[in-house]
């Protein structure tokens, strides 16, 4: 069960620390089909970790669970339908694109309660992709959790990764994962997954802050776009200072 956010000292992020090893939890990613989608989910699955591919048909999903078997034959991977993935889960990744972040979420809240549900939208609104455009709630991350209620964990991770590469690259990459929600434990945990997928993370603090991590997406689309730059990422400079204060 999380609990509330303790008061204690930051640590610092780690490739190595993973928090999730000893429990083993199944990983559900809903709407897992894309490339955002099966690039953590083959990652995780080559992590050895309990991965369920989700779609709106289950046909969809068995079709990319074959395809990720194929560069991960031992992963223990599995297709089902949202709702089922949902239920069976107990941390949920969220990966559809903002268009039907609402719609998608709106089916699925009594399945995620009591679980983490790891939201990695970005309010990208076509054709103006290069402008930050964010929802009047002020994140998607945060209206996943107006929807979803107080019985579901959202944390916010994963918005600044270049699906592409995360889906054709093996190994680390060179992009950090800003990881922001209202407990520390369960930040912690995600902090865990971007470890096993082979990236850096880091607290990031509360899901107030997912506002920056979402709007920073359209930034670096723009700079790829003016400096022709293949997948800009984010990257944390200088190290870590002594583990003293809170990181509230």
């Known amino acids: 069960m999380l609990s509330n956010e303790p008061a204690s000292a930051p640590s610092a992020p780690s490739r190595r620390r993973l928090a999730i090893t000893e429990s083993h939890p199944i990983l559900a990613i809903l709407g897992g089909t894309g490339a955002l989608g099966t690039g953590l989910g083959r990652r995780w699955a080559n992590a050895g970790l309990d991965v369920i591919i989700g779609s709106r048909a289950r046909e969809k999903a068995a079709a990319a669970v074959q395809s990720l078997k194929g560069r991960v034959p031992e992963g223990r991977l599995r297709a089902m339908e949202n709702a089922d993935a949902a239920r069976a889960a107990?941390?949920?990744?969220?990966?559809?694109?903002?268009?039907?972040?609402?719609?998608?979420?709106?089916g699925l809240a009594d399945a995620l309660q009591g679980k983490i549900l790891v939201d990695a939208t970005v309010p990208l609104v076509p054709p103006k992709v290069s402008r930050v455009q964010l929802p009047p709630e002020g994140s998607a991350a945060k209206a996943a959790q107006a929807l979803l209620g107080d019985g579901?964990?959202?944390?916010s991770a994963f918005q600044n990764v270049a699906a592409d590469k995360l889906a054709k690259e093996d190994g680390p990459l060179d992009c950090d994962v800003l990881v922001s929600g209202d407990r520390r434990e369960a930040r912690?945990?995600?902090i865990g997954l971007v470890a096993a997928a082979g990236l850096k993370g880091w607290h990031a603090g509360p899901l107030d802050n997912s506002v920056?991590?979402?709007?920073?997406?359209?930034?670096?689309i723009f700079m790829n776009r003016h400096y022709r730059l293949d997948g800009a990422g984010l990257r944390i400079t200088g190290a870590p200072a002594p583990p003293e204060a809170s990181d509230r």
Do not use: K
């Open 90 to 106: 107990d941390v949920a990744v969220l990966t559809v694109p903002f268009a039907h972040h609402d719609s998608t979420l709106a």
């Open 152 to 155: 579901v964990t959202v944390v």
């Open 188 to 190: 912690e945990t995600v």
């Open 212 to 220: 920056a991590a979402e709007a920073l997406t359209s930034v670096l």
